[in-house]
């Protein structure tokens, strides 16, 4: 199993930045890549940004320029958001994908980010 625990959220002006991370343990060594969700009220949970180990990285087309993922060595993960916009006010969460796995299946419990026009 590994656990997540994203922090970092708040309210922030259009405009404004913020910076996610997110903590793994357990078994990190299955992590296969990490990624960012997030969920807006009335919407589907979308997909946002991901990484896998040799680095290489995939952002949803609305955060591109805008947002940037990062990880460590330890499969911990942050996500640094810049010239946020209202629309980008969701619970954000944090996942991994495991070895054997075809998709993202181990979730944070999320993150409120707010952003004020």
């Known amino acids: 199993q590994v656990q997540l625990v994203e922090s970092g959220g708040g309210l922030v002006q259009a405009g404004g930045s913020l910076t996610l991370s997110c903590a793994a343990s357990?078994?990190?060594?299955?992590?296969?890549?990490m990624g960012w969700y997030r969920q807006a009220p009335g919407k589907q949970r979308e997909f946002v940004a991901g990484?896998?180990?040799?680095?290489?990285t995939r952002y949803a087309d609305p955060v591109k320029g805008r947002f940037s993922i990062s990880r460590d060595h330890n499969m911990n993960t942050w996500l640094q958001m810049s010239s946020l916009k209202p629309e980008d006010s969701a619970v954000y969460y944090c996942?991994?994908?495991?070895?054997?796995?075809?998709?993202?299946?181990?979730w944070g419990q999320g993150t409120q980010v707010t952003v004020s026009s």
């Open positions: 996942a991994v994908r495991r070895a054997g796995s075809t998709d993202y299946d181990s």
């Open positions: 357990g078994r990190i060594f299955t992590i296969t890549a």
């Open positions: 990484i896998i180990p040799s680095g290489h």
